[in-house]
């Protein structure tokens, strides 16, 4: 087709007109080149759009088959969300349920220290009561001592009284001081 076009545009105008004087035999053989060489064309042509119509139907083939998984995953997702949404009522359900007897454990274990405290209250106030009454009986026998003491002093000389006065404060002192060695007799 180029040669045939070039073959016109060389060809010798003829004057005042569009017309140009072209070599027959030229422009002929062109023909029966074209002639030859068309069908070969028609038929690579054909052999395209008949590999296209191919390729396009085996391109709509695998859209389906994409489609085709993708509605299938699409299937499987839907009903995985739905055991997952399963999975995760029964999780909040357990944990709810943890937390019911987390609770109670607690209360249980309050109420005990509780029990164990106030008993042990009991105890320490019978142990104070125990040891306020020793102190008593501590101090009514000292008393007792300090009579004794001032009564024997009233048969004694006042030397001896000054001594024996001198002893017993100082066992009285070491007894208030809570010193650990014995009293002295």
């Known amino acids: 087709m180029e040669r045939l076009e070039s073959l016109i545009a060389t060809g010798k105008p003829l004057p005042l007109t569009k017309n140009v004087i072209v070599d027959r035999e030229q422009a002929l053989n062109l023909i029966d080149e074209m002639r030859i060489s068309l ?21 709509q ?3 389906e088959q994409v489609i085709a998984r993708a509605q299938e995953q699409a299937a499987f997702l839907i009903e ?7 999975a995760e009522e029964e999780s909040r359900r357990l944990v709810a349920q943890a937390q019911r007897e987390a609770d109670d454990i607690r209360q249980g ?3 005990y220290a509780v029990t164990v405290l106030d ?9 104070l009561r125990s040891i306020e009454k020793g102190i008593s009986l501590l101090d009514d026998r000292r008393a007792q001592l300090r009579e004794e003491a001032a009564a024997s002093r009233n048969g004694q000389s006042d030397d001896e009284a000054f001594v024996d006065d001198e002893y ?15 009293a002295r007799r």
């Open 39 to 59: 069908p070969q064309e028609i038929e690579a042509a054909q052999r395209i759009n008949s590999d296209r119509e191919r390729i396009i139907e085996l391109a």
């Open 61 to 63: 083939q695998e859209a």
């Open 80 to 86: 995985e969300r739905g055991l997952t949404q399963v």
């Open 109 to 111: 274990a309050d109420e």
């Open 119 to 127: 008993a042990l209250r009991e105890e320490v106030a019978k142990t």
């Open 168 to 182: 017993d404060d100082d066992q009285y002192e070491d007894e208030e001081e809570g010193a650990s060695q014995p």
